[in-house]
Structures are given as C-alpha cells and as structure tokens.
C-alpha cells in the first residue's frame, strides 16, 4: 500500500491551494482517510478526516469553514481544497488512510496505518 500526496506550493494569504491523495494497492473506499500537517518546530497535527463512504467529514477547528477534503472513488483520490489560507496554515501536509472505519478515532494519528510522503505548503503574508 502506498500513498502520495501532491499539489503543495507558494500561495499569499487570502489564496487558495488544491493538495491531492492518491492511493496505490488500495481502494479509498475501503479505508477511512484524513490529512494531517506539521509546521517546523511543532507537532503533527490533525486537519480533516473523511469516512470510507463520505458519509461525513471532520475538520480540526482552526481549518473549519476554510478547507473541504473529498473523495472522488473513479480516480481513487482524496483532496483537500484550501481557501482563505494563512500564514499559519504553512506545514508540510500528510494523507494517511486506514481500515479501521470508527468514527471517534479519525483525527487521532495512532490510528493510521499508512502515511503518504507529505507535500509542502508554504503560505506567505
């Protein structure tokens, strides 16, 4: 199983920027999927997370009305779709996926399996 991210870059604050999942030797629709992002110096944190089906999507409050993460099962992809971005939004972002579909436990990082490479994006003032 592998998992690569993509799409990450420069943007202004204010901008937008798409970053993309895609999975290999897996089907998305089997695996409960989230992004999770680092800044330097700090820990890893969650961003959003989305249900095997899409049933329902979980944001990290700080992102919350600025982000969306969908799926798109033909292309077997995740995205995650940033508006408004700021300088604080600037981290390296992960995709990570795994089997267990519990809901509680989506923006907890101990619960995924695999992790994709991380794609940086640096958002300026």
């Known amino acids: 199983v592998q998992l690569q991210a993509s799409g990450g870059g420069l943007v202004q604050a204010g901008g937008s920027l798409r970053v993309s999942c895609a999975g290999f030797?897996?089907?998305?629709?089997?695996?409960?999927v989230a992004w999770f992002r680092q800044a330097p110096g700090k820990e890893r944190e969650f961003v959003a997370g989305i249900s095997w089906n899409g049933a329902y999507t979980v944001y990290a409050d700080s992102v919350k009305g600025r982000f969306t993460i969908s799926s798109d099962t033909v292309k077997n992809m995740i995205y995650l779709q940033m508006n408004r971005l700021k300088p604080e939004d600037t981290a390296v972002y992960y995709c990570?996926?795994?089997?267990?579909?519990?809901?509680?436990?989506?923006?907890?990082?101990?619960?995924?399996?695999?992790w994709g490479q991380g794609t940086q994006v640096t958002v300026s003032s």
């Open positions: 990570a996926a795994d089997s267990d579909l519990r809901s509680e436990t989506i923006a907890s990082q101990q619960s995924y399996e695999y």
């Open positions: 030797d897996l089907t998305f629709d089997d695996y409960r």
